[in-house]
């Protein structure tokens, strides 16, 4: 751990890195092919939508010995033809879903499943759900998820810049891609719990994406300004100052999601906690990639395509193919090679220094010394415009 520690530190003073924006398109590749398989989950599969959303019929047992398993292959056949789904409660009761069947239907449903667990009918607690409000209910979800999108793009618009906007846009839109297509290859029904769980996660994943845009704003605030380091340059050295903190961010968000999915609702067969859990172990391990692989390159793409981030481009490559030839006419000399790189340093050095560059033109700057630091024109100790400063009239003894 104190090792993770030290890392985070050097990462954040730049002392380590890594190119994370350098290779883009390599993660922009990895993402791609993520979101095709998601697509291709949800065009096979479907998503199964639990009776919230498609209407439908619960049946709630009393206690049973009977498994899951063995209900499900008992109650087979007399479900009206829909697929029933079986879940265990923590009570050691079975919760039966059956989708899209009617009032009517469902009464006799119900007596057949009494009939196959050997239970007594009146014993079984059915709730109908009408299909009006499921579709009801979907509905408000998708308008609270066009809402929540919109609003989003608009305040990273005003607080940052819209480019900024597009990338968390894109990053979350890539969240919520990869998290249904899941949902669609594992078989997991999609209940108000899920709902919930893809708008906590959409928050998570801007949490991330908004503290490496800030720093990003604040690094690149006088960025034309110098020739040292380009835009992806700058926005690199952010993702990788605030790597760390992201990383552990997640992982402590993730432990408790992830004994709800595997201990929870794996172990333990409290299958009603799977909706939310595994919404929100996808969302938050798709955020956390999103906000570092996808979110800050993209920005860095649509930056550099500015006519004064291009500009700034060609003076920083010129600028260290300057400095590289410098250094070959330094050990030809016989000199040092870092002396005849420094002259260049002094004006222009963290960003730039536009008091110097201005005393610079003025004629301000003096001869630079043997070292390659600058001195201004001062008046030596040893001169006679120092002596009898400070002492008191009268004649010099």
């Known amino acids: 751990m104190s090792k993770l520690g030290t890392l985070g530190h050097r990462l954040h003073r730049g002392e380590v890195s890594y190119d994370f924006v350098g290779k883009r398109k390599l993660w922009y590749g990895v993402s791609l092919l993520i979101t095709v398989v998601a697509v291709v989950g949800l065009v096979v599969n479907g998503l199964k939508l639990g009776i919230e959303f498609s209407g ?64 007594d009918t009146t014993k079984i607690d059915a709730e109908i759900v009408g299909p009006s409000w499921g579709k009801e209910i979907s509905q408000k ?77 604040e690094a690149t605030r006088n960025i034309t300004k110098q020739n040292q380091r380009t835009y992806s340059e700058y926005a690199n050295r952010s993702l990788n100052g605030t790597l760390v903190r992201s990383i552990n961010t997640t992982v402590v968000a993730l432990l408790p999601v992830a004994a709800l999915l595997f201990i929870g609702g794996g172990l333990l067969g409290a299958g009603v906690l799977n909706d939310i859990a595994l919404a929100l172990f996808v969302g938050l391990t798709a955020g956390a990639y999103s906000s570092i692989f996808i979110a800050t390159p993209i920005v860095a793409d649509l930056k550099e395509r500015e006519p004064q981030m291009r500009a700034l481009h060609k003076r920083v490559l010129a ?55 600058t001195r201004s024109p001062r008046t030596q100790p040893g001169s006679r415009g120092s002596r009898g400063r400070n002492r008191p009239s009268g004649k010099r003894r």
């Open 141 to 217: 979800a998708l308008k609270g998820l066009i809402i929540f999108l919109v609003l989003v793009v608009i305040y990273l618009a005003v607080a940052f810049e819209w480019r900024m906007a597009v990338a968390a846009l894109v990053a979350l839109l890539h969240d919520i891609t990869i998290t249904t297509g899941v949902y669609a290859i594992v078989g997991f029904e999609v209940s108000p719990g899920t709902v919930i769980g893809l708008l906590t996660i959409l928050g998570y994943s801007l949490y991330d994406t908004v503290v490496v845009f800030d720093g990003l704003k």
């Open 319 to 373: 600028r260290r193919a300057s400095d590289v030839q410098k250094a070959k006419e330094a050990v030809a000399r016989g000199e040092d090679p870092a002396a005849a790189a420094e002259d260049d340093d002094v004006l222009d050095r963290d960003g730039g220094d536009e008091e110097a560059t201005a005393s610079a033109a003025a004629g301000v700057v003096g001869p630079r010394s043997q070292a390659g630091t």
């Open 56 to 119: 439908g019929a619960v049946f709630t047992t009393p206690k049973t010995s009977f498994s899951v398993s063995e209900a499900q292959d008992k109650i087979a056949g007399d479900t009206a033809g829909h697929h029933a789904t079986v879940q265990r409660l923590g009570s050691g009761k079975l919760r039966i879903q059956v989708s899209d069947i009617s009032t009517s239907t469902s009464k006799e449903v119900q007596q057949k499943i009494a009939g196959d667990l050997k239970l």
